[in-house]
């Protein structure tokens, strides 16, 4: 079997409805050749089914890569998921999030040597996630920025995030004034530069694990490019129960170690 060019890792935790629409997107990319690999903390049967159900109906393989529930435990499964990924270059994505029509070739055109990518999102309020179907994916409705005025989205500036394409989005891509930090819901790299840092710190649990890997990358004298604006995609809602004030500090104590340390490999990874 031959290797993919692309390998996408999509994280997901008993989210079914969201992880449909996400896979359905997959299923619409102008780029075709990638495999999907589904990172799963923990999710109930039913993920395994719709999975298991989906893999006979899109063009891609999926692999579907499951550890037991034990609480919030996103970085352990992400290095599963890293460690089973068969394509040389990785791209990372949440399992809320649907991408548009281009959004593999984007990431697969940008891609180069010594650098890591991030992208964007497009945060939908929950009623719009939810009236989101299969035809609206297919037909790329839920990227149109009239389609979603018309269901009540309001004007604010994050709209050129859709409206953007070409000469805009790469001129956005420039001036934006955030930080290209490694970002879970829309990044990706070389699997070799991740395997060299040893992937996501597994003592972290929600909250900056993906910037923290993002840190080490750059102390590894990796650089990043910024792509908010070419590589979108849409943020269904949800909830954040795992959210914790705990988990946050602990979480900000490492990274700040891990800046001022400037770490990066990191002992609590894929390599135990």
């Known amino acids: 079997m031959e290797k993919p060019k692309i390998s996408i890792i999509i994280s997901t935790y008993n989210a079914e409805e969201w992880l449909e629409k996400v896979l359905w997107g997959f299923n619409c990319q102008i780029f075709k050749d990638f495999e999907v690999v589904v990172a799963d903390d923990g999710s109930r049967p039913s993920t395994k089914e719709l999975i298991d159900r989906l893999g006979e109906e899109v063009f891609y393989d999926i692999k579907h890569v499951w550890q037991e529930d034990d609480g919030f435990q996103k970085s352990r499964i992400l290095n599963k998921a890293i460690s089973a990924c068969r394509a040389d270059y990785i791209v990372m994505t949440d399992g809320d999030c649907i991408p548009r029509e281009d959004f593999v070739e984007v990431h697969y055109i940008n891609k180069e040597g010594g650098y890591f990518i991030s992208g964007g999102y497009y945060m939908l309020p929950m009623n719009i996630s939810k009236m989101i179907t299969r035809e609206d994916i297919e037909k790329q409705n839920c990227f149109n920025i009239h389609w979603l005025k018309e269901k009540g989205i309001p004007k604010t500036f994050k709209n050129n995030k859709l409206r953007a394409r070409g000469f805009i989005s790469k001129l956005l891509n420039t001036f934006t004034p955030t930080n290209a930090s490694w970002n879970g819901h829309n990044s990706s790299g070389w699997k070799k530069d991740i395997l060299n840092i ?7 649990q929600y909250g900056g694990q993906d910037r923290e890997l993002g840190e080490r990358l750059f102390n ?25 004030p705990e988990s946050i500090a602990k979480n900000q104590a490492i990274r700040k170690e891990t800046r001022k340390k400037k770490h990066v490999w990191t002992y609590y990874g894929i390599t135990k």
């Open 198 to 204: 040893n992937g996501f710190d597994e003592r972290m």
């Open 220 to 244: 590894f004298g990796i650089k990043s490019k910024q792509l908010r604006y070419s590589a979108v995609c849409v943020h269904l809602d949800h909830k954040r129960g795992y959210k914790t």
